[in-house]
């Protein structure tokens, strides 16, 4: 498969329209990151409206899902709002959200300060186009359940008569919209990740993959960082495209993608199939 790592503006994508499958990233946070020029420090509103904007491009290019991991921050002992006023707006300009996931992780010992409580978890935003999504397997990383299900029942209806019915019997079920992936100690799944600003695992990357890329589809990381995403899809079979504005994230990005490798068990052991074939191990801009 193939992967590109391009230096570009995530409001300003060289890429077709619904040229992508799944489009997933950790995008800046607020004033906590640099985005083209270290002296801005976006406040909340000003970050609101440059992700509405990422968002709305990051739309056109993909036909399928758009995934934000984010999560506000607390300066000055208040918390901004960045996520929630993302919602927000991209409702009011007419844009098709989804109930967000929320990612649980182990949040840092001794954070939350004396009066609140340490924070644990981060938005995982959904935006989509109109209409339903052109693939998707919510199930390719479902679990069996954990206590016995089906059995019939009986219900009284409308006209006071009770009927009789059975409950489906559930082979795997549906993973839940809350995705417990851990951090730090060496989960990320690189060392290179953590020279990035704000890594984020493989474990969580990968998840979404499965779940909302078909196989062989392209993956694109319009803030790459140290190239995770990118890693992620060529390990599962998928085509990866990066884009980073700032030129030291790019050469990251590349180094990491460099050592990623197609698995194929990797990629087969939960989407419903014993194997795949294995396809070209491309390099940077070749097509497998």
Wanted: charged share 25%; hydrophobic share 35%; aromatic share 8%.
């Amino acid at each position: 498969m193939s992967y590109q790592i391009i230096q570009g503006d995530a409001r300003n994508l060289p890429l077709a329209d619904k040229s992508i499958d799944l489009t997933i990233a950790s995008p800046p946070y607020l004033d906590a990151r640099r985005y083209g020029r270290d002296d801005i420090a976006r406040g909340c509103g000003e970050w609101v409206a440059f992700m509405l904007a990422v968002t709305i491009e990051a739309l056109r290019v993909t036909r399928g899902l758009v995934l934000w991991v984010c999560a506000g921050v607390t300066r000055d002992n208040e918390y901004q709002p960045g996520p929630e006023g993302l919602m927000w707006a991209a409702y009011e300009k007419g844009l098709c959200l989804w109930r967000p996931c929320i990612w649980t992780k182990n949040g840092l010992p001794g954070t939350g300060g004396k009066q609140w409580l340490r924070n644990d978890w981060e938005f995982v935003l959904a935006f989509k186009n109109a209409g339903p999504l052109p693939w998707a397997e919510p199930l390719a990383t479902g679990k069996p359940p954990k206590y016995r299900n089906g059995g019939r029942f009986r219900n009284r209806g409308r006209d006071d008569q009770r009927g009789d019915g059975a409950y489906p019997v559930i082979k795997l079920a549906n993973p839940g919209n809350v995705v417990h992936v851990t951090v730090g100690g060496g989960h990320l799944g690189h060392p290179l990740a953590h020279e990035n600003e704000a890594p984020f695992p493989e474990d969580l990357v990968e998840f979404f993959i499965r779940s909302f890329c078909p196989p062989g589809g392209t993956v694109l990381d319009p803030f790459c960082g140290s190239g995770t995403t990118i890693a992620v899809a060529r390990k599962l079979g998928c085509n990866g495209i990066g884009v980073d504005i700032q030129d030291d994230q790019v050469d990251l990005a590349k180094r990491r993608v460099s050592d990623a490798r197609y698995e194929p068990q990797a990629a087969a052991e939960d989407i419903g199939v014993d194997g795949a074939a294995d396809p070209v191990t491309a390099g940077e801009g070749e097509a497998a």
